[in-house]
């Protein structure tokens, strides 16, 4: 064990003097130089903390070789902050080998300043046979029910009616409502045996449904996300959804670099950003512990990562690389699974430099750079740095670490560690200069029972708390309430016992969607060969609408904002079938935009039937003229003109094209120096033209 010992120091000692030389020009490099068990599909990232020279990012400045997969072409991205250098290997790299990535001193900021290069290598995740492949899902499938519940079948000898289960809300009492905070309840309720009862749910006080959906597969962690649209996990595709207020899906979120999403946290931000968390199982010889361990123990670490707007990873953090396994305090180290960190919250910090993570099995919230990836500090569990003041328990099994505007932490504590066992929703005062925590508001139930699992704690604008209880199977227990700062109960909730049925999360919020246009209201009227007329009806908040129309068998979108209920149209071609869609734009609330309406299709008439129906008219004045010529072009649709003007002996005077609107459009013309005489003046717009005589004088 000594000498064990000794190797550790000395290898520790090692990679801290060689990330430093790496680190001196680079400010975050991924994977961690050194560090082992990536998946074949990662990407390489990295940050020198300046704008970079877009022109420099040439593939050849840049090496990635597998000691087994040999060199790999990279395609070279700059993430959307401008710093971030992705490197994307066009061909995943093989299990069980070392990559080596080699960065030229070519590279420059975008002051000129030279950024050196540098030479580094990991080591990817050896390759399992299908036996151990089966063990590793298991175990990620595990962890997932250990919160969540296992999918249990229906027994045929169940006779209960469904019929009430599958649309609006679950089963439900309201126990108080007396004047909560405005807004209304969202959450998702599931059985924990997976019994047919889970719904993603909007409510008012009252138990009137705002919104109820009936859905087994999704709907855990239904909220409004930071960017204003709806999201809710999807645990049959191990994906983020995002909703319109229409509750249309218009986007999904995966984990990148071969790793599965994992259902505990999701943060999307208006600029398009997003952060995960993954779970990593991972073969150890849990013997260099001791003896007496597994010495094929699957050990499951927690991955969290920062997608860009296009879905690149631009920043990725392994447990792997900063915790130890013995870093969990209440888990068995002897058994063949071992889930050390269980991950599930995330709160980005109000500078966007860093965040906090909560790790339920470490009792652990640690504070991580995302400038560096290093651990700023650690709160709680075996590496607490601060001092609890009037929380001698602290918290113990906790979730939903949030931070308040004022920098105050609030935790739910499921406190399944306490003496007794007791939860609470609790606020601190965050003091990271002398490094205290002071406990300055609590509230928790005189009741039997606890909050075992899950669960979740929102302050309102109010100064109310709203307060999920998760997992909770006394019939004496509610599944959320409301208090007051004083801890006066205001509202609170029963989801009926008898399915012990769970929350995760529950939050109230005030909502006042950009909905989009009823697909139903839409129509197209007045087509003809070249044009045709689109109208909807109103939308909810809706300032304007954005309308966008193709050929059906074109990949192409023509767009035209417009702030009344209808379009028209032009230069279309004739006989042609269309898709068109339209959205809302809303000056508030955020977001700015709903998501687009179904496709509606609309074909345009022959050309024949058109000619008859697309007069075009010109008028010139004054006429004669000798300084400006004013010519009134009018058309019945939007589209393109032509106009071109000739003398008496044929010659062009003159010609130029106009996107011209439907109605008069008035062109002015400088003839000031034409010479006098008579002039023809013609106008195209597509098969329709006029010509007009003009005289100069």
């Not at 013309?669 to 002039?679: E, K």
Request: charged share 15%; proline share 5%; net charge negative.
């Amino acid at each position: 064990m000594v000498n064990s010992f000794v190797r550790s120091l000395f290898l520790i000692i090692v990679y801290c003097l060689s990330s430093n030389a790496v680190f001196a020009q680079f400010q975050y490099i991924s994977p961690l130089p050194g560090s082992k068990m990536h998946h074949p599909q990662t990407n390489i990232i990295l940050r020198n903390g300046n704008l970079i020279a877009a022109s420099t990012l040439r593939p050849e400045n840049f090496v990635v070789s597998g000691s087994a997969s040999g060199r790999h072409d990279v395609d070279v991205i700059l993430s959307d902050d401008g710093k971030t250098i992705l490197l994307q290997p066009t061909v995943p790299f093989a299990n069980n080998e070392s990559v080596t990535v080699a960065v030229s001193d070519a590279l420059r900021t975008k002051q000129n300043e030279i950024i050196k290069g540098t030479e580094f290598n990991f080591q990817t995740e050896p390759l399992y046979n299908a036996a151990d492949q089966q063990r590793l899902a298991d175990a990620h499938r595990h962890v997932f029910e250990e919160e969540f519940g296992t999918a249990a079948a229906e027994t045929t000898s169940d006779t209960r009616d469904l019929s009430d289960w599958t649309g609006g809300l679950p089963p439900l009492t309201i126990w108080a409502n007396n004047n909560p905070a405005p807004g209304s309840v969202f959450f998702h309720n599931f059985d924990f045996s997976y019994q047919p009862t889970a719904h993603y749910c909007i409510m008012g006080n009252n138990a009137d449904s705002v919104y109820g959906k009936f859905d087994q597969t999704k709907g855990i962690g239904f909220t409004i996300n930071q960017n204003g649209y709806l999201t809710l996990f999807n645990n049959n595709l191990n994906r983020h959804e995002m909703l319109d207020s229409n509750y249309k899906m218009i986007d999904k979120f995966y984990c990148g670099n071969g790793y599965i999403a994992d259902v505990h946290e999701f943060i999307v931000l208006p600029n398009g950003h997003s952060y995960l968390i993954a779970y990593d199982p991972q073969y150890v010889d849990m013997t260099v512990y001791n003896p007496n361990y597994n010495p094929n123990a699957v050990v499951i670490g927690a991955v969290i990562q920062e997608l860009d707007a296009s879905k690149h990873v631009v920043f990725q953090w392994r447990s792997w690389d900063h915790f130890e396994i013995t870093d969990a305090t209440h888990i068995l180290l002897s058994t063949s699974e071992i889930d050390y960190v269980h991950a599930n919250s995330i709160q980005l910090e109000a500078d966007g430099t860093s965040f906090l993570l909560s790790s339920r099995h470490m009792d652990e919230v640690t504070k991580i750079s995302f400038t560096t990836g290093d651990i700023i500090w650690r709160l709680g569990g075996l590496h607490n740095e601060f001092t609890f003041i009037g929380d001698p328990q602290k918290f113990s099994y906790q979730h939903d670490v949030r931070r308040l505007s004022n920098g105050h932490l609030t935790v739910f504590d499921n406190g399944n560690y306490h003496s007794p066992a007791k939860s609470a929703a609790k606020e601190y005062i965050l003091d990271e200069t002398n490094k205290t925590i002071t406990l300055t508001w609590k509230y928790e139930r005189n009741l039997t029972g606890s909050s075992s699992a899950m669960g979740s704690m929102q302050r309102l604008p109010n100064g109310n708390t709203f307060i999920c209880w998760g997992l909770v199977y006394s019939v004496q227990f509610p599944s959320v309430t409301e208090v007051t700062a004083q801890g006066d109960v205001v509202w609170e909730m029963r989801l009926d016992p008898e399915f012990n049925d769970g929350i995760y999360r529950s939050h109230r919020f005030e909502w006042t969607p950009c909905s989009r246009p009823s697909f139903g209201t839409m129509q197209a009227i007045d087509i003809t060969a070249v044009s045709a007329k689109l109208k909807w009806s109103s939308a909810t908040n809706a300032g304007s609408y954005q309308v966008q129309y193709k050929p059906t068998t074109s990949s192409v979108w023509t767009t035209k904002n417009t702030n009344k209920k209808s379009v028209t149209v032009g230069g279309l071609a004739p006989n042609t079938t269309y898709d068109w869609q339209v959205r809302s734009i809303c000056s508030s609330p955020n977001p700015p935009m709903s998501g687009y309406t179904a496709k509606r299709k609309f074909t345009t008439l022959p050309q024949k039937i058109a000619d008859d129906l697309l007069p075009i008219t010109l008028n010139a004045y004054p006429n004669p003229a000798s300084g400006n010529l004013t010519l009134d072009i009018t058309l019945s649709a939007d589209g393109p003109v032509s106009l071109h003007v000739y003398n008496m002996l044929g010659q062009q005077q003159m010609s130029g094209s106009y996107d011209a609107q439907s109605g008069t459009n008035s062109i002015a013309v400088d003839v000031s120096r034409w010479a006098n005489g008579i002039y023809f003046v013609e106008a195209i717009s597509g098969t329709q033209r006029t010509t007009s005589k003009i005289t100069i004088e």
